[in-house]
């Protein structure tokens, strides 16, 4: 990484070359971007570049800042700093750490007929007397996920000995690989003995997500996170739960993960296990990360003994649901349906809120989502990133706001805490006590 020193005016828009090397330049503003609309962003809107966190070159897209001498936002298609002839520059984004939410996207225009970005998702970037700067928010303080406190010496070292442990579970094979391979935190957690512990389950899903994290049919993108290509026993999952909630203090396990399916698709045997657990302890926390396609399934776990549910979505309007989700035999209604199903039974709902910027705080979306809050009534709002290629995602749902018809995603969360201040914000699964110290506010 390569950064020219300069005495800032403003935050700087940062470009890399095609090495990879990030400059700043001096002489352009950065700009951030909601539903292909560009703004100046302003520091006091950002916050330092969290630890965790990952600078990105944006292949085959040129940066665009924002030029304080003719006002305008400019795009940059070759590398100021390169002297020994032309040279393309390319945008650069930042993949913040969890916990934290991305306000505006980086900048960029697209050479024709490029391909999708990876799955990642894409806050815009600035440099600013030394430091860098983002465009993010934080939106849960826990530690769960911080990469400070995950000792990947300790977590190869229980390897070895969950190996020994469990040497006939097919599960904690397979969390070896996530945890060692993949980096996955949450399966870093569980050989840690700490937090939320991962119990992924089901191979096939009822939809066809555009931003699926573990399965790209015609190889799109490249996946982050391969899914599990087998389904674990009731016996296999329940040995794993039991493991982790009896070794954790406020422990929480979840199904649904994202190196599976849709986990209600193997709901049987998810029943079982449920069933399994709560036949030894009423310790703890059983959630189940879901589509919520399948309402009389979500009754049966929540009659066994499930504790909670996170119901994913990228939007609360029918259509623009269905066009990112592409679901196979259900449709939004059996996902609200769910939602009323689990209410009834007195659990903790949660939404998996996937935010994209110019979307999510559009004022048609805000409005759909007061709404749905209204006839169905949830305890928390994860404030999530939804992992998409930015302007891929306005093209897929064919929508296209005008700026005067935005938001920002930060006044969004404020307006969400102050109408509905029953609502946890948030971004990770919270546990019995977390709930607890929020009820008792």
Known sequence: MSVVSSRARYPELCVAD?????????????????????????????????????????????????????????????????????????????????????TENAAYLEIPHTGLLPLFAYAAVAFYEGDFYVSGIRVDRELRQDVRFMDMKRVRRNVK???????????????????????????????????????PTSPSCNAQCAGCLSLQPGGTCPVTQPRIRF??????????????????????????????????????????????????????????????SRPRMIAKLLDAGLDSIRVSLNSVQTKYYERYYQPKDYSFKDVKKSVRVARKRGAFISLNYLIIPGFTDSRQEVAALQKFLAAYPVDMIQWRNLNYDPRAYFRLLRFHPAPEALWDIPKLIRFVKKTYPRIMTGYFNPSKKRIKRRVSL
């Open 18 to 102: 095609k090495e990879g090397r990030i400059y700043n330049v001096p002489f352009l503003a950065s700009a951030g971007m909601r539903g292909g609309h560009y703004s100046r962003l302003r520091l006091s809107r950002m916050t330092k570049l969290p630890y965790g966190s990952q600078l990105f070159m944006l292949p085959d897209r040129f940066p665009v800042g924002f030029d304080p001498e003719s006002r305008e936002f400019v795009s940059l298609e070759q590398n100021p700093f390169n002297t020994k002839g032309p040279e393309p520059c390319y945008a650069v984004a930042a993949f913040m750490a969890p916990g934290y939410t991305v």
């Open 161 to 199: 000995i969950f190996e020994k442990m469990f040497p006939k579970n097919r599960l904690v094979r397979h969390l070896e690989n996530c945890a060692l391979v993949n980096q996955c935190p949450a399966a870093k957690n569980f050989f840690l003995k700490r937090y939320e512990g991962p119990l």
């Open 231 to 292: 389904v674990p026993s009731p016996e296999e999952i329940a040995e794993v739960a039991l493991f982790h909630i009896l070794h954790v203090k406020d422990p929480v396990v979840s199904f649904g993960q994202g190196c599976e399916g849709e986990p209600l698709l193997a709901g049987p045997v998810i029943e079982k296990a449920v069933k399994l657990i709560r036949s030894k302890t009423r310790k703890g926390i059983i959630n189940l990360n879901t589509n919520a």
